[in-house]
């Protein structure tokens, strides 16, 4: 994942290139402070005070916390970035290198001790390149005012180093522009008036630098009464006597011109943004890099990107710009031979036709040698692969070589040293900004909702776009809801989507992807367009075309090369929305019903089986369910311990509710009621209590279609638990009465002792104690008949709980005792876990509170190991209360501030009731 905190302009995140939420400005300005202060302790009252200044409110602190535990929300997923705490003060870890702030000044550290002078430039250049605008401006902090002023200065005097650095080159030509207008920002700064005389002088307008010099002495003069310094007047002297020491231009004059190849094709009028990807450009010039290969999807806009960046770059290469189109990917003919494209480029370079040798490597051999000792650009568009390129490549590091294709070009960065830039889709607010620059602003502005859906539909690639907006262009009177409209039906888009000519729509262009692909890939790309989730991994891949790991990652390589997927984490492949409609279309043209519906049970059993053996991890004491068999040819993914479920399910969690849904769909009911209770655990620890009810009502309809009493039970009883935590305890009640009902047709024992056990909770949250503890005991007898000492652990202690709530601590001490010794033989953690809390509420209830709050600590880590949020703030908020009868006020505040910030995420109403505790101590949070 790459991350980039960006202070030196407005203050933004981004991931992978796309802007992240961090909130309004109150709430940017706490993430400014801390990214400043990267690294340095300070104090909550330092921070407050940097962030308000003496306009801090009254609950100041209480809504910086709030701020901190946002940020943390909306940061978990970046690697590497931690705000921690240290008593009353905060730390920020963060890589100083995601900062622009931190690597601007980390680069002119570097460009000041650098000793060799190219590279000094260049690290000024990459460092002055990070600013975006005005720091903060958008923030109201006096102190943030008072760093942008101090960081303005900086940049400043950067620039001035700069300007010293560029003319010791003999970039005097290529410095007289910014020159003039800094002098005219900054009229009585004399170094620069000295730098701007100087390169007026060198560029041989001897006359107009002694103007020069004279109309800043009379300024200074005049207005502050003060002579130039001895270095500008001495620099006056020595132009008067003609003594400045010559420098020649960098552009090389005492060179024989010959030809200036220019190239380009006309850059696109309606480029956006891409900021990072030119960043990247910009630094491989600076690096002398030689090669760049920009890589992407057809239609993601890679040649827009290689012209706008060329054209605006063209001063950079004074010897000219070369281009060829490689037609590596066109829909028909064949990729250009190295041999012709060296023929054109050497003709370009004036090299009449007799003379150019037949070989190819001689043709590339005299191609390098005129490039030789030349700044020249040459773009080498559309190419098929690197041996293509290779020939083309100049061979002095003046040159830049920009290559775009399909193709990683992976040997190129190997063994060349290329540099990658990968094009993805655009963010969405580039691609309004695209629309509104095709279609207008006004016609954008005035349909939000359909831009909105535009964007949705094209899958924000830039070649869909296109036609999108060509669409509305020739269509000016029509609304632009009335093409979202045309787009809203999946197999209708791509045929709305294609262009007025047969090769230029989106159609065509990935079907010049796909006609490269060897049979196996081909079929596999087609396959994944069945695949029900946002992404799979390497072995639901191979599962889906019945193949051996080992080959599935043969061929999702070779779709990764050609962009037709995307391996967007490590081992986990997606396409965009166009793309994978285009794969489900050829699908259902070239494989047929039987193969398709093959491929998708294959894909739901790897899931299914898979999620089985992580489930058992998770929760080994729940009854489990006998499953379907798997067909042949799914692939065997080993789930060993707890932390690989947790991190399958937390991988996979998307994909198994879509995976559930198209299970349904597809009238595939045995996967429709089995998979959510392979996910059911997980859920319910990880607090998404909605999608457990939600899943459990698909498996619950599946069930009914099966007619299948075991089925309907489980569903009706993991339906009624998922109730029980939504608080609807009426509806949890039905389902779980049915629940009994059904296990005691079928005559399972274990599956009544866990009914009723589900009916004690949903009665105790009704507050009918003694309902409660005569469903427990009759659950716990039905499983001492049945010998599961998991599951009577589990009752005992859920029968200390109920005698807590009545009071009665000394009876729930003795029976989460006897629970405990169980457990210590079985080592159920979860089992533990809860009995540990329910210890802890025994030992509160008696008095002992600092037992009570080792057993509330002991129970909150297991909880956290587990995964378990809501009940990791339960163990807390109670801690809180135990601390709180000890005496520790503070102590239990902190327990308290750590539960809301579990719960913020969960956005559960227990919340409300620990912030009012929090206030009540009159400590804010």
Same mark, same amino acid.
């Given at each position: 994942m790459g991350v980039e905190f960006a202070l030196l302009g407005d203050v933004r995140v981004q991931v992978d290139g796309r802007d992240l939420d961090i909130g309004h400005a109150r709430q940017r300005c706490v993430l400014a402070v801390l990214l400043i202060e990267a690294g340095r302790t300070v104090t909550t009252d330092q921070l407050v005070d940097r962030v308000w200044g003496e306009r801090a409110p009254v609950r100041a602190r209480h809504?910086?916390?709030?701020?901190?535990? @946002?940020?943390?929300t909306a940061l978990r997923d970046v690697a590497g970035f931690d705000i921690a705490r240290r008593g009353g003060a905060y730390v920020l870890h963060v890589d100083?290198?995601?900062?622009? *702030?931190?690597?601007?000044?980390?680069?002119?550290?570097?460009a000041r001790e650098a000793t060799e002078e190219r590279r000094a430039l260049a690290l000024y250049d990459r460092a002055l390149r990070l600013w975006r605008g005005v720091p903060f401006e958008e923030l109201d902090s006096p102190w943030l005012a008072s760093v942008r002023d101090r960081l303005l200065a900086e940049r400043f005097t950067a620039e001035v180093q700069r300007y010293d650095v560029a003319l010791d080159l003999g970039m005097h030509d290529e410095l007289l522009a910014e020159?003039?207008?800094?002098?005219?920002?900054?009229?009585?700064?004399?170094?620069?008036a000295g730098q701007h005389v100087l390169a007026l002088y060198r560029c041989g307008r001897r006359t107009e630098a002694l103007t020069q010099y004279r109309e800043f002495r009379a300024r200074l003069v005049d207005d502050t009464g003060v002579e130039p310094g001895d270095q500008l007047q001495r620099l006056h002297q020595q132009m008067l006597a003609s003594d400045v020491p010559r420098i020649p231009s960098a552009r090389r004059e005492d060179e024989a011109p010959g030809p200036v190849p220019r190239q380009l094709p006309a850059a696109s009028p309606w480029f956006v943004s891409r900021t990072r990807e030119l960043d990247l450009l910009d630094d491989a010039r600076d690096a002398a890099a030689g090669v760049v290969v920009v890589t992407g999807a057809g239609g993601s806009g890679k040649t827009s990107l290689a012209l706008h960046w060329g054209h605006r770059e063209a001063g950079?290469? !004074?010897?000219?710009? #070369?281009?060829v189109d490689l037609r590596g990917f066109d829909r028909v003919g064949r990729p250009l031979r190295p041999a012709d494209a060296l023929q054109g480029l050497l003709e370009t370079l004036g090299v009449p036709p007799e003379q150019i040798p037949t070989d190819v490597d001689a043709r590339a051999a005299l191609y390098r040698s005129l490039l030789a000792r030349r700044r020249v650009l040459v773009v080498l568009d559309n190419a098929y692969d690197a041996e293509q390129v290779r020939p083309l490549l100049p061979g002095d590091v003046n040159c830049l070589a920009v290559v775009t294709s399909r193709d990683r070009l992976s040997c190129l960065v190997a063994r060349e040293g290329a540099v990658p830039v990968l094009l993805t889709v655009l963010d969405e607010s580039e691609?309004?900004?695209? *629309?509104?620059?095709?279609?207008? !602003?006004?016609r954008v502005a005035a349909e939000p909702d359909a831009v909105a859906q535009l964007v949705a539909h094209s899958a924000r690639l830039p070649l869909a776009l296109a036609v999108i907006a060509g669409r509305a262009v020739g269509n000016p009177t029509f609304p632009l809801s009335a093409l979202a409209g045309e787009l809203r039906d999946e197999r209708a888009r791509l045929d709305v989507l294609e262009s007025d000519g047969t090769t230029s729509g989106v159609r065509a262009v990935l079907s010049s992807s796909y006609r490269t692909l060897s049979p196996d890939a081909a079929r596999l790309f087609r396959l994944l367009g069945l695949h029900p989730g946002p992404d799979a991994d390497l072995f639901a891949a191979a599962s889906l075309a019945g193949?051996?790991?080992s080959r599935g990652r043969a061929l999702l390589g070779e779709l990764a090369r050609t962009h037709l997927v995307d391996e967007h984490r490590p081992g986990r492949f997606r396409s965009h929305d166009l793309l994978r409609a285009y794969a489900a279309e050829l699908a259902e043209s070239e494989d047929s019903a039987?193969? @398709? @519906?093959?491929?998708?049970?294959?894909? *739901?059993?790897?899931y299914l089986h898979t999620g089985f053996a992580a489930e058992r991890h998770l929760a080994p004491h729940w009854p489990p369910i006998t499953l379907t068999a798997a067909q042949e040819h799914v692939a065997q993914l080993p789930v060993t311990d707890y932390d690989r479920a947790v991190e399958w399910f937390t991988a996979e969690h998307d994909t198994l509710l879509a995976a559930t849904a198209e299970a349904a769909r597809a009238r595939l009911d045995v996967h429709a009621w089995q998979l959510p209770w392979v996910l059911s655990t997980y859920l319910s620890r990880r607090g998404h209590w909605a999608y457990r009810a939600e899943t459990q009502r698909t498996a619950l309809a599946a069930a009914d279609r099966l007619d299948n009493d075991v089925?309907?039970?489980?569903?009706?009883? #993991? *339906?009624? @638990?998922?109730?029980?935590?939504?608080?609807?305890q009426d509806e949890a009640l039905e389902h779980l009465r049915r629940a009994l009902d059904l296990s005691a047709r079928v005559h399972d024992t274990t599956g009544m002792a866990v009914a009723h056990f589900s009916l004690s909770s949903a009665y105790d949250l009704r507050q009918r104690n003694t309902t409660a503890l005569v469903h427990a005991r009759k659950a716990l007898r039905l499983c001492r008949e049945a010998g599961n000492r998991v599951w009577e652990a589990f009752i005992l202690t859920a029968i200390g709980w109920y005698h807590g709530k009545a009071d009665q601590h000394a009876e729930a001490l003795a029976h989460c005792a006897e629970a405990k010794l169980l457990l210590d033989r079985i080592g159920d953690r979860d089992g533990r876990a809860h009995n540990l809390h329910c210890l802890g509420r025994a030992h509160h209830g008696l008095g002992q509170y600092t037992e009570a709050a080792r057993c509330y600590r002991d129970a909150l880590a297991l909880f956290r190991e587990l995964g378990s949020p809501y009940l990791e703030a339960k163990s807390l908020d109670h801690l809180g209360d135990a601390l709180q009868a000890a005496g520790d006020q503070p102590g239990a505040c902190r327990a308290w501030t750590r539960a809301l910030e579990v719960l913020e995420p969960l956005a559960h109403p227990d919340a409300a009731e620990i912030e009012s505790k929090l206030l009540d101590t009159g400590v804010s949070r």
């Open positions: 809504a910086f916390y709030s701020y901190i535990s @946002r940020l943390r100083a290198g995601t900062v622009d *702030l931190h690597l601007f000044r980390s680069l002119l550290g570097q020159l003039a207008t800094a002098t005219a920002a900054n009229p009585f700064d004399e170094r620069i950079t290469f !004074p010897d000219g710009q #070369l281009y691609a309004v900004s695209l *629309l509104a620059r095709r279609v207008g !602003p006004d193949v051996e790991a039987h193969d @398709r @519906r093959t491929a998708l049970l294959r894909c *739901l059993d790897f089925a309907r039970a489980t569903s009706h009883h #993991l *339906l009624g @638990r998922a109730e029980i935590l939504l608080g609807n």
